[in-house]
């Protein structure tokens, strides 16, 4: 398993962390997500994800990978 870390932009607050972790912990192969909203950043564990799929989860939250 290994861990990647993303850029999101627009994240400002907790409400916002949790609904990117909630679109990109729906992905199939994705065991954690960690988003916090102070660094943009969100570390994603697991393995057979795409990068794709993580850009659409992110955007289907309302956010944008930077």
Known sequence: ???????????????CELSVQEEISEI?????????HA????E???EG?????IAAAVEEAGYKLA
């Open 1 to 15: 398993m290994a861990t990647q870390t993303y850029n999101v932009e627009g994240m400002t607050c907790g409400h």
């Open 28 to 36: 199939a192969g994705v065991t954690g997500v960690k988003a916090d």
């Open 39 to 42: 660094s943009g950043n969100v």
């Open 44 to 46: 994603v564990t697991g």
């Open 49 to 53: 994800y795409t990068d794709e799929q």
